[in-house]
T-cell receptor, first 115, second 110 residues
Framework: DAGVTQSPTHLIKTRGQQVTLRCSPK?????VSWYQQALGQGPQFIFQ???????QRGNFPDRFSGHQFPNYSSELNVNALLLGDSALYLC??????????????FGPGTRLTVL | QKEVEQNSGPLSVPEGAIASLNCTYS??????FFWYRQYSGKSPELIMS????GDKEDGRFTAQLNKASQYVSLLIRDSQPSDSATYLC??????????FGQGTRLTINP
């Protein structure tokens, strides 16, 4: 049973550049959530995708955008990178039909460094 | 007031003892509660979920939920050095976002 996968593992960019991160959910899952985790902090919710639409969004600027494909995989795009965007970006997958019993499983993450 | 609060630690416990981790939350309509373990440099791993008041046991782990007091805890019995990690408490309303505490760093001393 394949777990959640993310690519790339590490990424180094310079300020002002754009980045795309990718995620494939756990087999059988249809919902993808993205989180940003700064060093020493808990993950912060960016947004969640279900049925190819953004279902919920956290307090992140419009520079952060996403997409979900028909096969449930997802991309996170960040434009005009700032130094403060340096963080571990986590993708979590879940099954919408779980309702309130909605366990989210995380991928290995992408470590983004902005110089 | 933060939505989910945890003592950041570090919490130091001798090997074989019980480690007790605590979490409080502010949203009274929260329905689902989770504990994740995160090793340094790795991603969070789900270790316990709890939805009803009371205790839920899984091996050496016991999660406790008290919705009236808005309090969730995790007990780790017979602590092992491999339990040394950061433990994240997460709270959820419906099938929506997880709201995390900042995590408690736990060290098990041999």
């Amino acid at each position: 049973d394949a777990g959640v996968t993310q690519s790339p593992t590490h990424l180094i960019k310079t300020r002002g550049q754009q980045v795309t991160l990718r995620c494939s959910p756990k087999s059988g899952h249809d919902t993808v959530s993205w989180y940003q985790q700064a060093l020493g902090q808990g993950p912060q919710f960016i947004f969640q995708y279900y049925e190819e639409e953004e279902r919920q969004r956290g307090n992140f600027p419009d520079r952060f955008s996403g997409h979900q494909f028909p096969n449930y995989s997802s991309e996170l795009n960040v434009n005009a990178l700032l130094l403060g965007d340096s963080a571990l970006y986590l993708c979590a997958s879940s099954l919408a039909a779980g309702g309130s019993y909605n366990e989210q499983f995380f991928g290995p993450g992408t470590r983004l460094t902005v110089l | 007031q933060k939505e989910v609060e945890q003592n950041s630690g570090p919490l130091s416990v001798p090997e074989g003892a019980i480690a007790s981790l605590n979490c409080t939350y502010s949203d009274r309509v929260s329905q689902s509660f989770f504990w994740y373990r995160q090793y340094s440099g790795k991603s969070p791993e789900l270790i316990m979920s709890i939805y009803s008041n009371g205790d839920k046991e899984d091996g050496r782990f016991t999660a406790q939920l008290n919705k009236a007091s808005q309090y969730v805890s995790l007990l780790i019995r017979d602590s092992q050095p491999s339990d040394s990690a950061t433990y994240l408490c997460a709270v959820q309303r419906g099938a929506q976002k997880l709201v995390f505490g900042q995590g408690t760093r736990l060290t098990i001393n041999p």
